[in-house]
Each structure stands twice: as C-alpha cells, then as structure tokens.
C-alpha cells in the first residue's frame, strides 16, 4: 500500500497543453519541487495543482549539473505540500525489487468524493542501471508508462514496514518497432514506435547534485 508520504506530495502539472506530474522533497529545511526537464521545457506557463488547485508558487529553478539529465529542479519559497518524511536516496534499493511509480496519465486522477485528489500508482520492477542508453547512468524499470507520468517519483520500501523512499524521476519509455501488417501482410516501409514495457528514470542524485 503506498502511503501518504508519497502520494501527498504529488502534483499535477501543465505547461501549455502538455501534461506532466512533479514531486516535492524537503532537503535541509527547504521544499523542492521536482519534474521531467521535457515537461517542464514546454512552452506556455508552468502550472501547479495541489489536490486539484491551481496553485502559484514562488520558486527558483536550479542549474542540473548533468545538463542532458531529464530533471528540473526548483527551490521553492514556501511549502506546497505536507512536509511528510520522504528520504531522496536509492540506499537499500535492491534490484528485482517491487517499487511503484506516481503520476497523471493523460491528465487523469483518482478522484475522492468530490474533491480532485490523488494521483494514479503503478507498479514496477527495478530491473538495472544502465551507463550507455542515455550517456549517464539511468535506473531501467519493468513496468508499463503512460504519457503523463513524467516527472513522477519512483518510491521503493527498503524493508517492509519501513517508510518510502523516493530513488528516481519517471522520464520516458524504451520505444521498439514494430511492423505493420495489413490482410497478414507486411506493410513495406512502414513500422509502428511501440511501447516495450522498459521505463527509463533517472537517478535521485541527479535531482541532488543541483540542491547541492
């Protein structure tokens, strides 16, 4: 069961009509609100929604040392979410592990009573690091990603009982190709980009390297 600490401070972002989801981590008495670089690159204003308001925070974006690293990094002026215990580290993650990723796909959420609240969980395995796909080391997930999730925390337990941690930011999928048949025919020329159910994240140093 993914706990408060998690879900709580997940937000909802748009920027234009892309669709995202940020985080927020508290580092040395200060909140930081965390999403996908591509997301927050987009053009047109950056919106925030807390349980479904539209809120305008006064914030600062930091400079990423790993510039290609898919993370923007904001230091805010005052809390937005509950200041619930949720430790930035990937310390105790073990690979094969379940873990769980949050976010709005396609801008969609799970609703309570009347209240726009809470952000869908799905379920992956931490699968590998991997040093050469993007040029740095980036966590591989097996799991199925959706348009939207970017920018989501992925949360792994260390032990049972214990607390969420959060060790990465949702960034994309691994796309394969696939050909395109017509009457049980190849379409010659043609392919399909297809989900291939590896997710990429980058790692939570990153987002800690710029707090700094």
Do not use: C
């Not at 479904?52 to 600062?60: E, H, Q």
């Not at 709005?104 to 050469?132: C, M, Q, W």
């Not at 049972?160 to 960034?171: D, L, M, Q, Y």
């Amino acid at each position: 069961m993914v706990t408060a600490n998690a879900w709580e401070r997940v937000v909802r972002i748009e920027i234009g009509a892309r669709l995202g989801t940020g985080f927020t981590i508290d580092v040395n008495g200060d909140q930081f609100l965390i999403t996908a670089k591509h997301v927050a690159d987009g053009e047109g204003d950056l919106k925030v929604f807390v349980r479904g308001n539209l809120v305008s925070p006064a914030m600062d974006r930091l400079d990423v040392p790993v510039s290609a690293a898919d993370v923007a990094v904001f230091r805010l002026r005052g809390p937005i979410t509950p200041k619930l215990p949720l430790e930035p580290t990937m310390e105790g993650m073990v690979y094969g592990q379940d873990a769980y990723f949050l976010g709005f796909p396609f801008g969609l959420t799970f609703d309570v009573g009347i209240i726009e609240s809470f952000p869908l969980v799905k379920r992956a395995t931490i699968s590998a690091t991997n040093r050469h796909m993007k040029g740095r080391t980036v966590l591989l997930l097996d799991g199925w990603n959706n348009p939207g999730f970017s920018g989501g925390p992925l949360i792994f337990r260390r032990t049972a009982g214990e607390p969420f941690r959060v060790a990465g930011v949702v960034s994309a999928y691994r796309t394969q190709t696939t050909p395109i048949l017509v009457g049980g025919q190849e379409l010659a020329g043609w392919e399909l980009l297809a989900n291939s159910g590896i997710i990429v994240a980058e790692e939570i140093t990153r987002v800690l390297e710029a707090i700094g």
